[in-house]
């Protein structure tokens, strides 16, 4: 379809969207939506080609066994993540040893169904590449392993990659203990000028799975401009916990060990096959490297805008609201010096599917909390693990692949008081030739302007319309369009659209 038909296109769903009963009525609204569908038409859509996010992990796998489940399910994503690392660390709960043997043997598993996830998707790395990126940590528990002649392979493994002439910013996921991290801020900050120890602090992003020794709250402290991402205090603050909550009226099917066991363990070849059973909770340490992967909805230089790996906040947590009394595996609990990002609370009303009309509805339950930063995209992560997974033994043409979300105009729209907008994924399409469903909806934790925005027309549809609320100063308000394949399992991708709502000229 061109360009113009495209925009003629949006612009009779638009003037439908308005509710208009008449052909008076629709030449009284044309003037209005002629002006606003010029001026999207003057916008080229932006390219959406993501840089590849770096990425080096810590891991005290063999600690528990959803190390080891998360490990499998980042190496599906080795190809949309840059891994520079994958190091064997210490932590509270496995205080005098390293499991790097671990680590090369899911490398391993993966090696074996490589070439196939090959045929679904380009760039997945070969396993020698991946076995060159693993290390260990010192085998000592917290800031017993941090000082001089402290260092181990992995912290300076750390190091080098900060100081590699790369422009993106370093992410480390932290998913045991820390102290191989501090280590190399260590020594950063006496081998270094100031200068230099603060451009490297400064393309560090942390985010760890609470604080399982005793490195954090000293890197924190020490560091005041480290980025971090943390629940500090008993693991229940943990808003990694969304990733396998449990809560009456939410459905939860997809964290079940029966649908683990059906969609990923059994009959997916050797890198299902070395998922493990669960023994605490389902994959606690994969909401930190969520929000890396390229979905259109996750944003990670943004923590505060929301994503499959959670939504955060920066301010400085109160010690008494985060669980101080609860299990911390004896780390000790302190008051926090300076802001990180950390808990947010969402409110969350899921869609439910109708059997007749309007395709989907509003659930009669809504759930809040910061636990529901993630689980309300839970089923979404969990379909696109299963499918990838599914490439490790099927063709092409027998797996399903995620929908390629397109929009008709700017993902920034900048709207003055009043005005009518429209918003559109009408050019949207599937690479397996599946139908789709839309679902728009207003995001208000992530922005500014926190009061609901009704969108005109269905939200299901590929196009709406909104009216921008009147403003006394510049707010911005968040908008998801999230596409739906009807293949099994049914994945799902998006793109956020950032209106800018401005005061009209007085």
């Known amino acids: 379809m061109s360009t113009l038909n495209s925009y003629h296109q949006i612009f009779g769903d638009a003037v439908r969207a308005t509710g208009a009963q008449s052909n008076t009525e629709m030449m009284r609204l044309l003037p209005i939506m002629t002006i606003s569908m010029a001026l999207l038409a003057c916008v080229p859509a932006l390219s959406f080609a993501e840089p590849k996010q770096r990425l080096i992990v810590l891991t005290d796998i063999e600690a528990d066994p959803d190390d080891s489940q998360s490990l499998v399910r980042l190496l599906l994503y080795a190809n949309q993540i840059d891994i520079e690392g994958i190091v064997a660390t210490t932590s509270t709960h496995q205080k005098s040893r390293v499991a790097p043997e671990s680590i090369h043997a899911i490398i391993d598993a993966y090696g074996r169904v490589q070439p196939q996830l090959l045929k679904h998707e380009p760039g997945f790395p070969k396993p020698a590449r991946l076995k060159a990126v693993v290390r260990s940590g010192r085998q000592l528990y917290g800031m017993l392993g941090v000082g001089d002649g402290k260092d181990s392979p ?133 909401p930190s490297f969520l929000s890396l992967i390229p979905n259109g909805l996750n944003a990670p230089e943004h923590p505060d805008w929301g994503g499959w790996g959670g939504r955060y906040e920066l301010y400085t947590p109160a010690l008494e609201t985060t669980d101080p009394k609860g299990f911390t595996g004896n780390v000790p609990l302190l008051q926090e010096p300076r802001a990180i990002w950390t808990n947010a609370v969402d409110t969350y009303t899921p869609m439910v599917n109708s059997d007749y009309f309007r395709s989907v509805r509003a659930h009669d339950k809504v759930f809040t909390g910061y636990r529901t930063t993630i689980m309300r995209w839970r089923k979404d992560f969990q379909n696109d693990f299963a499918a990838r997974m599914d490439w490790t033994t099927k063709p092409y043409k027998e797996a399903n692949h995620p929908p390629v979300v397109k929009l008709g105009h700017s993902d920034r729209l900048t709207i003055k008081s009043g005005e009518n907008f429209v918003m559109s994924a009408a050019g949207s399409s599937d690479p397996d030739g599946d139908s789709l469903s839309y679902l728009w909806f207003q995001y208000p934790e992530a922005g500014s302007y926190r009061e609901p925005i009704k969108l005109g027309y269905a939200e299901n549809h590929h196009t709406v319309s909104g009216q921008a609320p009147v403003v006394t100063k510049t707010e911005t308000a968040h908008f998801i369009v999230k596409v739906v394949d009807k293949g099994r399992p049914a994945l799902t991708r998006y793109r956020r659209v950032i209106v800018t709502l401005v005061p009209s000229a007085p």
């Open 154 to 286: 992995g912290s300076d493994a750390i190091i080098k990659a900060l100081e590699k002439n790369d422009t993106r910013p370093l992410w480390v996921a932290v998913w045991g203990g820390a102290n191989t991290l501090a280590q190399a801020l260590y020594r950063i900050g006496r081998d270094r000028t100031p200068e230099q120890a603060a451009h490297l602090v400064s393309k560090l992003r942390v985010y760890t799975i609470s604080d399982q020794d005793d490195s954090g709250i000293w890197m924190r402290t020490r560091f005041p401009e480290l980025f971090y991402i943390v629940s500090p205090g008993g693991y229940g603050n943990g808003t990694w916990t969304g990733m396998h909550t449990i809560e009456p009226g939410f459905d939860s099917t997809e964290v079940s060990n029966d649908w683990i066991a059906t969609n990923i363990q059994q009959g997916h070849g050797p890198l299902g096959a070395i998922y493990p059973d669960v023994s605490f909770s389902v994959e606690g340490d994969t």
